[in-house]
């Protein structure tokens, strides 16, 4: 408990006292910051490349996380449910592989992949010469994400689905369902909490995830400037720790709005089975 | 309402499992059929099987006169209430009624008036808006039964409907399903592995052992004349007694006991040859004193059965289980004496019953006989 | 199959006959059992259609998933073995030079080690105390205990941002961690404890607490109870937390970077940054050879974690 | 270091420097492992007969993560006692406080006899509102470098120096004649990064006659930064530059790679390019042939005479400086050991007969000697360089033209682009009272 | 060994639910004590109570003459069987049944040895090397019971012990349990919803509902004479015919038929007043023939027993359940009349047993019998 305080609560607070100052790395501001208030909140809210990234943000966590990872997830773990063997083991490892390898290094990968000239990716569709980060600058890191985190979904969904009675999907069967009822009336209602922990925690982790910038660096024309990356650029490159940390802290408000959104649904279900 | 008829059918699951051994089986038009047998002996397979959940791996299937063995699931026209209801938790006990017939797209205001009329039947009116977890056990399961009479099938299929309740409630439930069969006239196949469950409810019986069917016939019959050992001590509330013997001119000779020899497969027998006599504790009567022809040994256990006493006496022919009245006091450590109601002993050779050469006796396992 | 309005009404109890008395179906089929049989045939067609369109469909997403999940990494396999590798995965002009000149950087192979330090001290770390904790707050009922979950894992966003450098830079330079691997360890740890607790508390909701129980019976202490039967029980979620911590601090590069000082200590995430130019141009040779490298002992140690413990959620909050 | 040496009897000092054995600047790293320790110690034990113990605090990362890390020690008042800074750094820092005039850390400092052989012009890379704040450790200039093989394949003379940015175009239009050639690279946008400023706009900017800082205030919407947005919207309107090239995370990479492969006709790049990437040896995008199809220009002015100060030419500069720590517990002697590292004799030990231009002019007589280019940058270039203001402003004005080429380059014209410029670059430096025309 | 003594104990739970209500109760040493009692009337409260699992509210728990009512649980020298039996799966068998000797710091040679003892009495050598997953219900009920005899606790506490067993093997286990107990001579304390269950192996059974005790006695007390209604619908394999009637001068009227006055509470009834007539269906004689001061009723069910049948007659006095023998034939849709054995009738005003005022009917429930 001790760590969590030392190492997690206390710098959490400073960050948040730092975001009520104009700190700064270097200059005239690092040698006095200055409490300015809130008016670091007011310079993000009426900041353009703010609400871009924001915009950016939600469209990735949106496409990446909760359409990408938490979709191809659940189709793997729910294809694989009733495998058993070498096609279920590769399968696995290869999504698991995506997951625990540095992003560091996943990114030379990805670079490789889609490369403009030599890229295996337009070897293969035979598209010479499309850059696909640069025209596709979002959807590329989109598709980037779901691959390396749709692991988590998998995993997770797979123990959700061993939680499914089998004869409730043979109730529905029998009466004649289809997958698509059988997914909405039996399997859905059943791993809903499984559905909003997912959710949850891959937002959180999307949202704060800083691994496309190597990707992008936030280009081209700050099209792929997710949040993260729009702080390590403020924090780091200009070096404007006092708005970087107001910035993060309202990255984290949205993230209790989001947070709270998913606990709304758990509520709403806990209500609805007791 | 349909017969089935199994012709051959096999299931062998991936791993080299035969779970049914090219079972022929006829459930009769409206019949209440059990399928009975130990653990992991392939009853559920059977029920799978025919609800369509699994495929067959060799064999054929009719429901009615319709070979339905490729058919799917959804095109069988059963029903089947699980072991666990499969209620869905989500939805209320109308909409779970009501699911069946939301499938196969029955309009909303129908299928919730038809909803509400299965319901009431069973006399669940004042639970329709209740969720499943609000519902006692013995509720829940006249739930799945209502869902499962929704869209009225012509074969119904339990698993097990009853092993989820406990002992008072399955009593009442038992009866009451008793009841509603009758009323219904549906064709019923039933798993369980509780042969008082099995006795008390159905037509007719099928003994199960790992994938083949051992008897088959009504429950008398097999309570009365088990055609091998291996129902004969599957079957009853108190085991079957088996004891080694050999035969002897005037009797079977168990434990150094010369015992009457029944009167069925008395001339079928050969002198010196090694039986099992098997004698029902029910069929045993208590002797305090020594009495000829009889078992004796030391009361090591005295079980309270409510109106009777079950004892266990340990004597030279190992462990003999009787039933005795309630008012006859035995106390541990006397000894006592069993002594067999003669008509009611069966002999085995081989494990199978040895009867009089009537075909009915024999056939009994294996063909399907009449209700 | 559809109603068949011929047997939609119940028989009345007074009418039901005798079910001893066995109706044998003889004699021409009733007029609707030929259009049944007819219907069921035709569904076991479309039923066996169906099926095909199901088989081909499964093994086709099975393919793209595999491909997906695979292209990615062929660059992996044959850049490091190219003498002269470009961004692109053309046929090597094969090599092992690129191996020698890592194995003579004075760096590269003992930043491996110390990333194994440094993953391995803080995956026990947050192993250990995830363990403690999520087993306290799935035992214990705390008033708003999950509220406290909720917000420790967004405080954990924070920290684990950008914008929280000089609080953990200063931090660590008043507890003299500076130039430490422990107090990478520490950091590290304090980011990634929310989440695991987050998902290990599943596990322990998930262990039947007769267990503990009937170990307290035979009088165990806690300590006991929880090295002899909860840490075992648990186990897969352990190991896949660990797995897990020890990818995150793998693949983490700004704060190890911060906070050490002598390039003895480096992990690989910092020292892959060394192959680059000082015009910050990537030396694609030694940066995908030793991308290989830094990718062999989280692959070895999947493997290892997955044979030997399983790799697998109980998953889901449970109400 | 600061804060706590290692004894009472021995002194210790750590150096610092964004480099390190076996990656990024290995040369200067295994320099000062290897050379500049060992013979400190010796030198001082033999001046002095004082045991010194200096280490190094090796690193190979990103500048600005370099910087950062710097910068945190520094303001929790620890930190290396020499470190390398970027010339553009010197300002904030100072400004900050983390870095301190070198005569009121040291009595000696303006007594080094170094000071002669650095040119004026080179020594503002240490120095902040004229005041010294290190050493300058090397410095460089920009110049075009063209393939002069598809100067031939056009019709082009193999030796060229255009004049005027017109005659830029002229070759540029001549080249985009051949197949698969990009004529010009010029860098723009914000995944270029720095090299957008440095090797693109700003040097432009000075041959369109302006520095970016001036007097205490920033360009704003002047005609010079019209005109070079300008050259900008020439180049990549008419196919003579590939747009998609300066978006790529990678681009800067790539361009190299496609100089090497010779794919681009015209570049402007420092002379790192020259030794680091396509040197047939030690090149990351090694060209066999360097010596024979390389050729390098000077960047014209728009036309002659326009340029910064009158001149026909223009070049931007960059460099390091080295600088000691003001919370050093030995000041003296880290100035001592400054001074001992910017010696002839060191810098020559660096270079290891490698061709490189270094801030000592003796020394650049002699170690430039065999290698043209890099004469030609000291002996032609450096004179009419020009440096960055160290400013903390300086990064988000350089973001600010980063993003104003990137929009000029996706089609808007170059006076909409300077308009909005103008404006952004008000929030960024704080109100218009600091913005000039 | 010990007994346990409880005192006004009450425990209530966080929620407000009052699991036990002041119960005083008295195991003597060496019992075989059942708890027994429909699902939620806190049965397992109890047993965990006095296991120390949980923290009394009030009242007091002795356990020989040591107040533990404080004691932590590993100090009570008791051991508890759980439901699931709770098993460590990580453990072998053999681990597990030494793991309460490992915490106790016996050294590891003996406290294998003793393992392996035990596990032997039980049948279990053979598995020693096992994991709990791969034994059978009925092992893993061994291995459990095992674990708990390892330590030789003063008290063996069990909860449900017998309900993860199929039917057959139930009534082995039952049988063994049973016997084991009487060879060890450990009072036990165990818990079951299964009347059957706890009649057949119980010296005395508490009967509970709602966290109180309603009947306390021997198996032949609390069958035969339950105490109240409530018990008296909840004992027996086949529940108490429970009818209303009238109090008449010569006898007792149930629906329009006059039934004899059973012979104890006959001088105890006031003419007129409303009582319920209880009856066995084992002490229902069956009529085919209308008999004066019987049930008449059209046969509904007819249930197979086995060596007997359950006949549900549905008549005046609504459902009549009665025993009928084996070989008398029993059709439905039969009138059947079924004459009570007028001895084993009882009365039941306001839902207590009216009794002849002998003091030993009353005391069977509150106060703790003799064995
Ligand atoms: N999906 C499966 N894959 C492989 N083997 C199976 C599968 N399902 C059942 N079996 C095996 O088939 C045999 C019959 O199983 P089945 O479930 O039909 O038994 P059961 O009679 O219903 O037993 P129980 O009374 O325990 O429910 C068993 O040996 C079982 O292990
Ligand atoms: N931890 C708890 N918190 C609150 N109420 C509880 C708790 N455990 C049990 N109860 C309540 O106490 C009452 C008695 O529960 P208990 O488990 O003792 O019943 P039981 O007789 O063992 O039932 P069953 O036969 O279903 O096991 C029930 O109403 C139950 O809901
Ligand atoms: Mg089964
Ligand atoms: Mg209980």
């Not at chain 2, 434990?255 to 020899?261: V, Y």
């Not at chain 4, 706009?201 to 947005?229: M, N, Q, Y």
Request: hydrophobic share 45%.
């Amino acid at each position: 408990m001790l760590l969590i305080v030392a190492f997690l609560l206390f710098p959490a607070l400073w960050t948040v006292y730092l975001g009520l100052t104009d700190y700064q790395l270097t200059g005239f501001a690092a040698a006095n910051p200055q409490v300015v208030g809130l008016e670091n909140y007011d310079r993000a809210l009426s900041d353009d490349r703010f609400s871009n990234s924001l915009v950016l943000t939600l469209q990735f966590v949106l496409g990446s996380a909760v359409l990408g990872q938490a979709v191809l997830g659940f189709a793997i773990a729910w294809l694989m449910r009733n495998r058993v063997g070498a096609l279920r083991r590769t399968v696995e490892a290869l999504v698991l592989l995506a997951w625990i390898l540095p992003s560091s290094v996943i990114t030379f990968l990805w670079i490789a992949l889609l490369d403009r000239d030599g890229g295996t990716l337009n070897a293969l569709l035979n598209t010479p010469g499309t850059a696909w980060l640069l025209e596709y600058p979002m959807v590329s890191i989109i598709v980037f994400n779901i691959w390396k985190g749709a692991a988590f979904s998998m995993m997770l969904y797979a123990a959700a689905l061993g939680n499914v009675p089998p004869s409730h999907l043979e109730t529905a069967r029998l009466a004649g369902a289809g997958t698509f009822q059988q997914l909405r009336d039996v399997v859905f209602p059943r791993i809903k909490g499984h559905v909003l922990t997912n959710l949850l925690l891959i937002s959180l982790w999307t949202f704060n995830d800083f691994t496309p910038f190597l990707l992008t660096a936030g280009g081209p024309e700050n099209r792929t400037e997710i949040m993260p990356v729009f702080i390590y650029r403020i924090a780091l490159e200009s070096g404007e720790l006092g708005f970087g940390a107001a910035i993060s802290v309202l990255m984290l408000l949205i993230n209790l709005v989001i947070a709270l959104v998913y606990m709304r649904l758990l509520r709403q279900r806990k209500d609805a089975s007791t | 309402m349909a017969a089935i008829t199994t012709d051959r059918l096999t299931k062998v699951y991936p791993g080299g499992v035969r779970a049914l051994d090219e079972i022929d089986l006829t459930v009769e038009d409206g019949e209440f059929f059990a399928l009975l047998g130990p653990s992991g002996c392939g009853k559920t397979t059977l029920l799978r099987t025919v609800a369509g959940l699994e495929e067959s791996s060799g064999g054929s299937l009719h429901i009615g006169d319709v070979d339905v063995t490729r058919t799917p699931p959804g095109s069988r026209d059963v029903a089947m209430v699980f072991q666990d209801y499969a209620l869905f938790p989500h939805m209320t006990v109308a909409e779970n009624v009501a699911y069946p017939l939301r499938i196969k797209k029955v309009a909303r205001a129908k299928r919730t008036e038809k909803a509400a009329a299965t319901a009431g039947e069973l006399g669940l009116s004042d639970y329709l808006e209740r969720r499943p977890g609000q519902l006692s056990g013995g509720q829940q399961q006249r739930v799945a039964l209502a869902r499962a009479m929704a869209c009225h099938p012509s074969v119904f299929l339990f698993d097990e409907p009853l092993s989820n309740l406990d002992a008072r409630m399955r009593l009442e439930a038992r009866t009451f399903l008793k009841r509603l069969q009758r009323e219904l006239g549906v064709t019923t196949v039933f798993v369980t592995h509780d042969q008082a469950e099995a006795l008390a409810l159905a037509d007719r019986i099928a003994v199960m052992e790992s994938g083949r069917i051992r008897q088959l016939g009504t429950p008398s019959e097999v309570f009365r004349r088990p055609a091998n050992t291996f129902v004969a001590s599957f079957i009853g509330s108190t085991p079957m007694n088996l004891l080694d013997g050999v035969v002897r001119p005037r009797g079977i000779e168990v434990a150094g006991e010369l015992l009457p020899t029944p009167p069925e497969p008395a001339g079928r027998l050969v002198d010196g040859e090694k039986v099992v006599y098997g004698i029902r504790p029910e069929y045993l009567v208590h002797s305090p004193t020594a009495v000829p022809g009889s078992l004796a040994g030391e009361v090591r256990v005295v079980e309270n059965l409510g109106h009777a006493q079950l004892v266990t006496l340990e004597g030279p022919a190992g462990f003999v289980q009787l039933v005795v009245d309630e008012d006859t006091p035995v106390a541990l450590g006397d000894r006592g004496f069993a002594v067999p109601r003669q008509d009611r002993a069966l002999v085995y050779r081989d494990g199978e019953l040895v009867t009089s050469g009537d075909p009915t006796g024999l056939a009994a396992a294996g063909a399907s006989g009449t209700a | 199959m559809t109603s068949h309005p011929d047997h939609a009404a119940v028989p009345s109890a007074s009418d039901a006959a005798p079910v001893a008395v066995a109706t044998t179906p003889s004699g021409p089929p009733p007029p609707d059992a030929e259009h049944r049989r007819r219907e069921a045939q035709r569904a076991a067609g479309r039923a066996g259609a169906r099926k095909a369109v199901a088989g081909i469909g499964f093994y086709t997403f099975v393919s793209l998933v595999l491909a997906f999940f695979s292209l990615p990494l062929l660059w992996l396999a044959v850049a490091p073995f190219d003498a002269n590798p470009g961004l692109s995965a053309s046929l090597p002009e094969f090599t092992l030079q690129n191996f020698r000149v890592l194995w003579d950087n004075p760096y590269a192979m003992r930043s491996l080690g110390n990333s194994v330090i440094l993953a391995g001290g803080t995956g026990l770390l947050v192993v250990a105390f995830a363990a403690l904790a999520a087993y306290a707050l799935s035992r214990v009922r705390l008033p708003g205990r999950d509220m406290l979950l909720y917000v420790l894992l967004l405080l954990s966003s924070i920290v684990t941002g950008t914008a929280a450098m000089v609080p953990l830079f200063n931090l660590a330079t008043e507890l003299r961690l500076i130039d430490s691997q422990l107090g990478v360890i520490l950091v590290l740890s304090g980011g990634l404890l929310p989440s695991a607790i987050f998902i290990l508390k599943d596990f322990m909701d998930g262990t039947p607490r007769s267990y503990e129980e009937s170990a307290r019976v035979f009088g165990a202490s806690p300590f006991q109870i929880m090295r002899d039967i909860v840490v075992p029980v648990v186990r897969p979620g352990l190991a896949t937390i660990g797995v897990w911590s020890v990818a995150q601090v793998w693949g983490n590069f700004l704060i190890p970077f911060l906070l050490l000082r002598s390039p003895d200590q480096y992990p690989a995430a910092v020292v892959m940054y060394t192959f680059y130019t000082e015009g910050g141009q990537a030396n694609l040779a030694l940066i995908s050879t030793f991308s290989l490298l830094y990718s062999v002992p989280v692959i070895l140690m999947f493997l290892f974690v997955s044979s030997r413990y399983g790799f697998r959620f109980h998953g889901g909050i449970k109400r | 270091g600061s804060g706590g040496g290692s004894g009472p009897d021995t002194d210790s000092l750590v150096i610092s420097a964004n480099a390190i054995a076996g990656g990024k600047n290995e040369q200067e790293a295994k320099w000062i492992e290897e050379w500049v320790i060992p013979n400190f110690v010796e030198h001082k034990k033999e001046k002095d007969d004082v045991d010194v113990d200096v280490s190094f605090d090796a690193s190979g990362v990103d500048d600005e993560q370099y910087k950062t890390k710097l910068a945190l020690d520094l303001q929790g008042g620890s930190g290396p006692d020499i470190m390398n800074l970027d010339g553009i750094w010197i300002g904030e820092f100072a400004q900050a406080g983390y870095i301190k005039p070198l005569t009121e850390v040291v009595t000696q400092a303006d007594f080094w006899e170094g000071w002669d052989q650095i040119p004026e012009a080179v020594q503002k890379l240490g120095s902040f509102e004229n005041e010294r704040y290190g050493i300058p450790a090397g410095t460089d200039g920009r110049v075009l470098f063209y393939n002069k093989d598809l100067f031939e394949q056009a019709g082009l003379d193999r030796e060229w120096q255009p004049e005027s940015w017109d005659e830029l175009i002229e070759a540029a239009e001549a080249l985009a004649g051949i197949d698969g050639v990009t004529p010009v690279q010029l860098n723009a946008g914000t995944a270029m990064g720095e090299a957008t400023t440095m090797q693109g706009f700003l040097p432009l900017l000075a041959g369109a006659g302006e520095h970016i800082w001036d007097k205490g205030k920033w360009r704003g919407e002047s005609d010079a930064v019209t005109d070079t947005l300008g050259l900008y919207e020439t180049i990549f309107s008419d196919g003579l530059g590939d747009p998609l090239l300066q978006q790529e995370a990678q681009g800067r990479d790539k361009s190299f790679e496609q100089f090497a492969e010779g794919r681009i006709g015209i570049l402007l790049e420092g002379d790192y390019f020259w030794r680091s990437v396509v040197h047939p040896e030690l090149g990351i995008a090694p060209m066999e042939d360097r010596d024979e199809v390389v050729g390098y220009a000077k960047i014209p002015a728009i036309a002659p005479g326009k340029g910064i100060h009158g001149q026909d030419y223009a070049s931007m500069s960059g460099g390091s400086a080295r600088v000691v720590n003001p919370e050093t517990d030995s000041p003296e002697l880290a100035f001592e050991l400054l001074t001992f590292m910017n010696s002839d004799e060191a810098l020559k030990a660096l270079l290891e007969g490698e061709a490189r231009i270094t801030a000592r002019t003796d020394t650049n007589a002699d170690v430039l000697a065999d290698d043209p280019m890099l004469t030609f940058v000291a002996d032609e270039v450096l004179p009419i360089t020009a440096y960055r203001p160290g400013l903390a402003e300086y990064t988000r004005v350089s973001t600010l033209l980063q993003e104003a080429t990137a929009s000029v380059v996706s089609g808007n014209s170059a006076q909409d682009v300077a308009a909005s410029y103008r404006d952004k670059l008000e929030g960024v430096v704080g109100g218009a009272g600091n913005i000039t025309n």
